[in-house]
């Protein structure tokens, strides 16, 4: 939900992530920063970490990685270099930045506590983090991590940022892969990429998406609407294959749902789920901008149960 003009917060959460996941409560600073800058080169050699306009420093913590990339990935560890340009920015930069959001505010738990000095310092994970690492959606939110990470660092890249950021995102559903519409470059998975703004929930029975779980998308208004209205003259409503209707949910829910209209229910967990993209980042937000004004024809909505609402009385 932060701003997200650099990567460095992904590669914090992946790092907290992995380290909660061993159990480790305490990390040397030096060897946190070594996770955390390898994860961050990995990503860097394919897609760029901040805005390519924008111009980096030779002393940027970026610079410094690209400039380190090939021998940090040669050896599989960042070279002295990279590792004391991250010890150094780490604590100034990304650590104390994690938890803020938009609007000067912060997300109500805390993961991690810097303690101690110069070569002593350590990262402290806090229960919450731990707790959270065990979890049954650990799996699921390191995913959603990784496929958030692919959408911002796509939507950096000169070309296909700017098709992303401009036209919104193409689903293919030869691969449930989001591409961009102009080049059909593969971004991420659907499923990860939306997951969580369910809070990793089935949308129909509203149960956990295990690990375990045959996972499908589900058409919350389903697709064959448009085939059945095409029978009988036009459908005049909305794209149904657009991201506004797609919802990962339990692939025995969605077998089972199969072409029925969505309950009432449903609707009201969809219009929060696609109220919460709209708060995101590029450029799925800007995917659901588009739907929200132009997918009706000749009418004006401005929210997602206004938006519902009018594909009801269309069905």
Not at 111 to 128: E, K, S
Request: include cysteine; proline fraction near 5%.
């Amino acid at each position: 939900m932060g701003a997200n003009s650099r990567t460095y917060k992904f590669a914090l959460g992946q790092a907290l992530l992995e380290f909660g996941r061993h159990g480790q409560e305490a990390i040397p600073l030096a060897e946190f920063a070594a996770a955390y800058s390898l994860g961050l080169v990995r990503h860097l050699t394919q897609n760029p970490q901040a805005p390519q306009a924008e111009k980096l420093g030779e002393n940027d913590f970026l610079a410094v990685a690209a400039e380190e990339s090939a021998a940090t990935l040669e050896t599989g560890r960042p070279t002295e270099r990279l590792l004391s340009a991250a010890v150094r920015s780490m604590p100034t930069m990304v650590m104390q930045k994690f938890h803020n959001l938009r609007g000067d505010t912060a997300v109500p738990h805390t993961f991690y506590r810097l303690t101690g000095t110069g070569r002593h310092r350590v990262v402290r994970l806090t229960p919450d983090l731990l707790q959270l690492a065990h979890s049954e959606q650990a799996t699921g939110l390191a995913a959603e991590l990784g496929a958030r990470w692919n959408i911002v660092e796509t939507s950096f890249a000169a070309g296909i940022g700017r098709s992303l950021i401009e036209e919104g995102i193409f689903v293919d559903w030869d691969t449930l892969q989001i591409t961009d519409k102009r080049r059909r470059r593969s971004v991420t998975g659907l499923v990860e990429a939306t997951a969580g703004f369910q809070h990793g929930r089935c949308l129909i029975c509203d149960d956990v998406l295990g690990l375990s779980d045959a996972v499908a998308v589900d058409h919350v208004f389903p697709f064959s609407l448009m085939h059945r209205f095409d029978s009988v003259g036009a459908w005049h409503g909305p794209d149904l294959d657009a991201l506004w209707n797609l919802a990962p949910a339990h692939a025995t829910c969605n077998g089972t749902k199969s072409d029925r209209l969505p309950s009432s229910l449903e609707l009201a967990c969809l219009a929060a789920r696609n109220e919460a993209i709209m708060q995101s980042p590029h450029p799925l937000r800007r995917t659901l901008q588009l739907s929200l004004r132009s997918a009706l024809p000749g009418q004006r909505v401005s929210s997602w149960p206004e938006f519902l609402r009018a594909v009801q009385i269309a069905v």
